[in-house]
């Protein structure tokens, strides 16, 4: 068939050139033939005009040959285009006949094996990873959580009366604000090559593996970005499913986020103790002081909290292991170039002083009536979670003195069968309230939470 076409195709091509190369030469022979007649016109009517030449030279002696040679006619001249060999057949092909082999049923059953290995290695497991991936957390939930803060309500000169949170008390900070006494003890005793691993390191992963099969010695290998993502997005929980998780992560998050925010991340999403997350949260519990104001001495305190806050605390754990703990970590900073030996000495034997733990709540009455009005207003997720700073109307003071005046005077009445009471202080003017007791103890048993103003 193909040999057919292109035989077509040829005899085409020399039919078209044959017409076309004649055509032009039919054209040239009219036009020198009107030339011809056109220059023996000429030729006739100048002969006249010539002056007689008196020598030998005969004009008509070569008239003959000019008028000849202009008379030249191309009747007589054929041209013809040589044919184009053709093409020889091409010869035909056949392939060899092939069958496939009987399988004998042992084959059957292990091609049929094979078979079932290959659907399982590139069609159920690229689907069940990819289904494992699409369950991981958004990491970009880190950025979100850092902002999470407790609610603070104040009275009306600033003195704090209570911090709304709902299990842990956030209390972000920016990393700028932190002193570098802790976030060195910090990197030493938790991750010391933060700054140069990409979310995980290796060597630490083989070495906790080792220790964990060969030695019956359970160790920790995660970096300060595994434990941020451990506290953060996942579970607590040991299992293999959620530490490869956490590994994926790991290197996810430091692919979006810089080494600084994953620092400043992971400090204020760290618990320090009790309902205490974060370093400025933990500083108030263990201090009663803001985070700015530790040395070195409380620093490494602090530090060494988060890997078992309710074993090393100082004001709910032993405190010889929490001064045990202070001590490492002092090592490891020495250990880092951080600090001298001399630094570490003098720190470990520096006397420290703990804040009482006492749960704090000041006007406990008017701290309910004003939450559930947040709550009316801004809905229950921003106030616990917003960082919210409401003045209130309140005098703490004024409230102070209020309130021991109920509680003298609920006495004084004790035999009229009076065993609570209640006062509310308005200003008149603004309708301001000044004081809100709601009972005369908000911590006694059975009634001291009922709120006899509202009753």
Not at 55 to 70: D, E, N
Not at 365 to 382: A, I, N, P, S
Not at 393 to 413: C, F, Y
Not at 420 to 442: C, F, H, K, M, P
Request: hydrophobic share 40%; with cysteine; aromatic share 10%.
């Amino acid at each position: 068939m193909i040999t057919f076409i292109g035989y077509c195709l040829i005899n085409l091509v020399e039919t078209l050139l044959v017409n076309i190369i004649g055509s032009v030469f039919r054209a040239l022979n009219k036009a020198l033939k009107r030339s011809s007649a056109y220059i023996s016109g000429f030729y006739k009517r100048q002969k006249n005009q010539l002056p007689k030449i008196k020598k030998t030279f005969s004009f008509s002696k070569y008239k003959s040959i000019f008028t000849k040679l202009l008379e030249f006619k191309l009747k007589n001249v054929s041209f013809r285009v040589p044919k184009l060999p053709s093409i020889p057949k091409l010869p035909t092909l056949k392939l060899p006949a092939f069958s496939f082999p009987k399988l004998r049923p042992g084959n059957k059953i292990i091609f049929f094996s094979l078979g079932l290995v290959c659907a399982f290695i590139f069609i159920l497991v690229p689907l069940q990873v990819y289904a494992w991936i699409r369950q991981l957390p958004n990491p970009n939930l880190l950025a979100q959580q850092a902002t999470n803060s407790s609610t603070k309500i104040l009275d009306r000169n600033g003195k704090l009366l209570y911090e709304i949170y709902v299990d842990r008390n956030y209390e972000p900070v920016a990393l700028n604000k932190v002193p570098a006494d802790v976030i060195d003890a910090t990197l030493a005793i938790e991750d010391s090559e933060f700054y140069q691993h990409h979310g995980i390191r290796f060597n630490s992963i083989v070495r906790a593996a080792r220790a964990s099969l060969f030695e019956d010695n359970l160790q920790g290998a995660s970096t300060i970005t595994q434990q941020l993502i451990k506290n953060v997005l996942l579970t607590p929980e040991r299992t293999l499913s959620r530490k490869l998780k956490e590994i994926v992560l790991a290197l996810w998050v430091e692919r979006i986020y810089t080494k600084n925010q994953i620092l400043e991340f992971y400090l204020n999403n760290t618990p320090y103790g009790g309902t205490a997350w974060g370093v400025e949260a933990g500083a108030k519990k263990i201090f009663g002081k803001d985070i700015d104001q530790l040395d070195l001495a409380e620093s490494a305190m602090l530090a060494g909290l988060p890997s078992a806050p309710s074993v090393y605390s100082p004001v709910d754990g032993d405190i010889n292991l929490s001064k045990l703990r202070q001590k490492q970590v002092l090592l490891r900073m020495v250990d880092q170039k951080y600090i001298t030996q001399q630094q570490a000495d003098v720190a470990y034997d520096e006397e420290l002083h703990y804040a009482p733990q006492v749960h704090y709540i000041k006007a406990p009455h008017f701290v309910e009536y004003v939450r559930k009005q947040l709550e009316q207003t801004y809905g229950e997720r921003m106030t616990d979670f917003g960082g919210l700073t409401v003045r209130t109307t309140l005098d703490l003071d004024l409230q102070e003195k209020v309130q021991q005046i109920v509680k003298d005077e609920v006495a004084k009445d004790a035999r009229l069968n009076i065993s609570n009471g209640a006062a509310v202080v308005l200003d008149t003017r603004t309708r301001e309230i000044l004081a809100y007791v709601g009972s005369i103890d908000y911590f006694q048993d059975d009634y001291g939470a009922y709120d006899v103003v509202t009753a």
